[in-house]
């Protein structure tokens, strides 16, 4: 299926550059082998927080997934690759653009951000839109649960992820040091290959990375789609994926500056979004080549980032950092051929930060950001009309530490101007972290955060074929005419921030042979804005008379029944919830690791449940480590959600058996190879995910078996 697209420059230079460095040997500095045994994340160095707190002294929770840990757990999309962590889940959308959920929010509640900058994608706007970051070639990546508003703005209200790379070093690397892998897999016939290396000229460091990534339609058990039909794979979830970064930066004295420029290409199914019927009829042979194959998506993005920093550039400042980035992005949806609906993105970002010095006792850190991003959509399913968003922001982080507390507080204000509407978000927080006893610590943060709306929860209006809905935005409201009939007009109430109050309470237990990590949190939030399903069909809407050529062709893209309409709204909500995380050493060689989540979302007024809430988890998994492997047994176990909105159906619970084998050769010690074979859904478990709009058309993939190889140099 995947061989009938075009092949640009850069798929042919990724694909014969990572096949060729892929399998070459190359000298390397030697690396311990028992460094893949445990790694201990708490003494990374969070990039995205200017103080340099790592893990354990952030008041906020905070996890960094890293080194072996994030090679094991990578995986296409940024929302599978997080799936297993503690509060993070994915929406699912068949594998081909799943994307993180942070303690129950998603979309434009949670930032993605690639080395800080927002990834400039469409993703937080629809699911079936890509996120733009790769994970093979990633260093880190940095999990913020819970308001992250101070840096990054209204739209981390829920969160933030940010994927870490090197395409802009900021010292010397000491020569030249790189990475390799491939894997295959059996599910999808998965074939996959990345390549990295960073070398040091004089003063500078030169860097480029590229991956290759293809497969095929993935299997699952057998079961019977909404559509009646009896399968054993997902149609039209194919995979066509490649991407590369090059950066060069010079190391001066007091700090650096850099510059680098990625290209991501993807090219993916559209699974349960079935082709338009009708429209070229009279091309027989060809509508039937397009049946088989269905719609898929047709992705790019060009992106240029500058970074520097300086230390001590003038008195009272010891650092200064700027960051800026420019993104070229295009989306299109190919249908007959040709494309039905196109999607862009040109956004520009800077953000200049400045680490003071102590001020009263208080270290910190001010800075400016600034934002503007310009979306247009146009084709057949452009369900929103084009935005213009601009953002500026001042914000302001301070710490301090007393007797044994570290006190952590931040303010920021922004001005939002999305097409004629214009928002004041305001954030602050106060926390602090505590060490009460030697191995024990516990940290508590409250903070006020605000959102203003973003576009697509403004403006909708329309169907949006991917998720099998007919949307409506805030602008718009309802109006009922008889049982059958409903006339769409301008609202009479104006779109309202969101307003959230979160409290996080934490407790850190660090023994010798016992580790565990406790969050608890509670976040309520004022005019809270969620699509919610109506009951209403498409066909009973009425448009108003200034949109009704705009929506003249709905008739075709609506199945034959219409689709189910789902209207934002602002609700007063509440959601709240754990996280749980441990060890226990067994032995020298053995550990029992476990883990569990839950979030619980309802409405204030009514108690009513908010739409596709994950269910809670419970996972434990067993892990021996010998002198040259590893292995691991896992079984994670998914609750049924019955905790479900109106007009939502509940999911039936299942449980997830997986292993994995790591082998460390010692001939290969040098190049801190490790091949490892991993099982996953070992009893080919059916498993409908109760976080994607696409539950009842793409299950969870059934037994695969994968087999890989990194080494670095």
Known sequence: MVSQFRKSPLALLVTSFVSAATFTTVSAQQVDIEGHEHEDTEVIVVTASPLNRTVLNSAQPISVLAGDQLREQQAHTLGETLA????????????VASSPIVRGLDGPRVKITQNGLDTGDVSRGSPDHAVTTETSVAEQIEIFRGPATLLYGSGAIGGVVNVVDNRIAQELIG???GFYGTTFDTASNLREATVGFSADHNNTVWHFDGFKRRSDDYDVPKFVNDEGETTTSIENSFIDAQGANLGLSYIFDKGFVGVSYGRLEQQYGIPGHHAHEDEHADEEVHQDEVAEAGPFADMWQNRVQVRGAMTSPTA???RLELSYGFTDYQHQEIEDNAPSTTFTNNQHELRITANHAALAGWTGAFGYHYFDQAQTAFGEEAYTPNSDTTKHGVFWLLERDVAKFNWQ???RIEDVEINDYSFSPLSASVGFTYPFATGMQVSANVSHAQRSPSANELFSNGAHLATQTYEIGLTYALHPEDE?????E???QSPQVEKSNNLDLGLHLDFDRFHMDWNL???QVDDFVFGEFTGINSLDIEQPEEHADEHAHDDIHDHEDGLPVIAYTQRDVALYGFELSGYYELSSQ?????????VKAKTRDNNENLPRIPSQRIGTELRYAADQWESKLGYTWYNKQTFVAPFEDQTDSFGLLNAQVNWFPRAFANHNISIYLKGENLTDELAFVHTSFLKEDAPMRGRNFSIGLRGEF
Do not use: C, Q
């Not at 297993?84 to 594998?95: K, M």
């Not at 059958?484 to 769409?488: F, M």
């Not at 053995?590 to 839950?598: K, N, Q, R, T």
């Open 484 to 488: 059958h009939a409903y006339h769409l």
């Open 175 to 177: 020569g030249t040091k």
């Open 409 to 411: 507080v931040g303010a």
């Open 590 to 598: 053995l550990e029992l690791h476990a883990f569990s989540d839950f």
């Open 521 to 523: 949190f509670y976040n």
């Open 316 to 318: 009272g400042i010891e």
């Open 490 to 492: 301008a609202a009479d």
């Open 84 to 95: 297993h962590e503690p509060g993070i889940n994915a929406t699912h959308f068949a594998g």
